[in-house]
């Protein structure tokens, strides 16, 4: 084979030296957390961090199945995404879906925590006729059925166990969730393009309200009793504020011990573990 002449030889080093001016900066630029987006813009990426409370549930971004939760891993951290709003589906045989649009933004990550509600709770009906004998009901389950019977104030108020955040419902029938440690920084879910709000009003209702508490271990889910029937709806409006049905009969309410829920609707008492 000939050999490569000088004027060839300088032709390559300087097309070598060309390729690595261009290409070392693409690299850090890519190294350090940038991409170029659809509008051929370079822009940092952010992250997609969504949580689920139950194992075997699948979790798709933009329709691609991104993975599966287990005992040992509640959710998916995606990494190096382009700012942009991802469509989230999250779901689980016998349970409602959850589907948001989150926007992800540049340099951060944007957390949410999916609301699986089951689509038929295990319940059993504890007595068919209020009026009748309750012997076969234990005391404190008597003690519920007597705060069931009790009339409803107009304004209602409730604590979550640690004390952190406050339901409350107004003389309209708004349902509002407000923040008490103010010495601590909202959570997410009171957050919405980058204004956070406490109080933040979860439920504008044309309808009487006629109970309302957080949902069993969760902070960010709260369960209300209106027209004929309980509902969870997750504090996080981002995306639209999904509400899920529990029950439906009708005229409940109901108390909730530990993960038990009671309802009384009519003269029925019903217990369902949630």
């Not at 995606?78 to 469509?87: A, M, R």
């Not at 009171?190 to 009487?208: A, R």
């Not at 369960?223 to 997750?234: L, R, T």
């Amino acid at each position: 084979m000939a050999p490569i002449n000088i004027r060839k030889r300088r032709i390559i080093l300087l097309t070598s030296i060309l390729v690595f001016i261009i290409l070392v900066p693409l690299i850090t630029l890519y190294t350090s957390g940038y991409r170029i987006d659809k509008n051929l813009h370079i822009r940092k990426t952010g992250g997609l961090y969504i949580s689920a409370p139950l194992s075997g549930v699948k979790i798709f971004v933009n329709e691609k199945n991104r993975g599966e939760t287990s005992f040992l891993q509640g959710g998916i951290f995606l990494q190096n995404l382009t700012p942009d709003t991802y469509s989230i589906l999250v779901a689980k045989d016998d349970f409602w879906p959850w589907a948001k649009k989150l926007e992800v933004k540049e340099g951060l990550v944007t957390e949410a925590k999916a609301m699986l509600i089951p689509k038929e709770p295990k319940g059993e009906i504890m007595l068919n006729n209020i009026s009748k004998d309750e012997g076969t009901l234990s005391v404190k389950e008597k003690e519920i059925l007597n705060k069931l019977l009790l009339p409803k104030d107009s304004l209602t108020l409730t604590v979550d166990k640690n004390r952190n955040q406050k339901i409350f419902v107004d003389d309209s029938d708004n349902v509002w969730i407000e923040w008490l440690a103010l010495n601590s920084p909202l959570p997410y879910y009171f957050c919405n393009n980058q204004e956070c709000t406490t109080p933040l009003l979860i439920i504008d209702s044309m309808y009487n309200i006629r109970n309302a508490d957080f949902y069993p271990s969760r902070s960010d889910v709260l369960i209300v009793a209106v027209q004929n029937g309980i509902f969870a709806i997750e504090v996080d409006g981002r995306g639209g504020r999904l509400l899920q049905p529990i029950y439906k009969g009708s005229n409940p309410v109901f108390e909730l011990d530990d993960k038990t829920l009671y309802i009384l609707d009519e003269k029925t008492l019903i217990k369902i573990n949630l």
